[in-house]
């Protein structure tokens, strides 16, 4: 038997775990990220470039917090958003049908002129 760790026990030991504070400062970011979105303050691109930044932040990445496949593209991400800020509303159900549709309809604008989602670079 072989004193080496094994991949899975290396990769436990580097994937780190985050302080509850620091998850509870996320999820307060997230929240408020959301909300701008919502209010229309922020557009979806922006949105999704803060929502990574909040999971780098965190230490875990977005995809695997999600449950979505670690190849997730741009577009998945702008989706999965969209998806968040519908389930934010699921209490009222015309107003995240209403936000819903803007959000897509940026998306889609988006798509049509270049093709692809290119995220903006913040500051």
Do not use: Y
């Not at 760790?5 to 302080?19: D, F, G, L, M, V």
């Amino acid at each position: 038997m072989s004193n080496r760790p094994s991949e899975t026990t290396t990769h436990a030991r580097q994937t780190r775990t985050p302080s509850p504070n620091l998850v509870q400062q996320a999820l307060q970011a997230k929240r408020q990220i959301i909300d701008r979105l919502i209010e229309g303050e922020m557009p979806l691109l922006e949105a999704v470039v803060r929502f990574q930044a909040v999971h780098r932040e965190v230490g875990l990445p977005i995809d695997e917090t999600l449950g979505l496949p670690s190849a997730m593209d741009h577009e998945a991400m702008c989706r999965s958003l969209i998806g968040w800020v519908h389930l934010t509303l699921s209490d009222r159900p015309e107003m995240a049908e209403t936000v819903s549709t803007r959000l897509e309809t940026e998306l889609q604008r988006h798509l049509n002129q270049h093709g692809q989602i290119s995220l903006p670079r913040i500051d």
